[in-house]
């Protein structure tokens, strides 16, 4: 049985590398920044996003089957720890998400690769949460 190219390919070679996933991190900031609705989350970030877009980027390289830019540089991502100081509830993760989808859908264009990275995204953002019942992220089941 023989396994099509599409299917053995890491999500990180099926975006399209670095310069794919840096579009998707620009236009995730662009939007949290620029959206009023995002505002919740956006709080959550300091001033600047460049360091933030910087670690996301290299976080993601890894996260998708790339280069382990990450851990590389910071070591294991640790991320639940590492965002334990700010308040995560239902609200900050549902912007989150809603950037995120928002920015999927403008700079993926493979259909299937979307919806399959954005589920994985729901998954890490109810990770994240740290507070507030079990509640459901953006219409998928929460743990």
Known sequence: M?????AAASPYQRIGGDAAIRKLVDRFYELMDELPEAYTARKIHPDDLTESGNKFFDFLSGWLGGP????????HPMLRRRHLHYAIGPEERDQWLMCMKRALGETVED??????????????GEHMRNRGGNIQACGHAGS
């Open 68 to 75: 382990q830019r990450f851990v590389e540089k910071y070591g």
């Open 2 to 6: 023989q396994v099509s190219n599409q």
């Open 111 to 124: 259909f299937s690769l979307r919806d399959d990275l954005y589920d994985k995204f729901v998954a890490l």
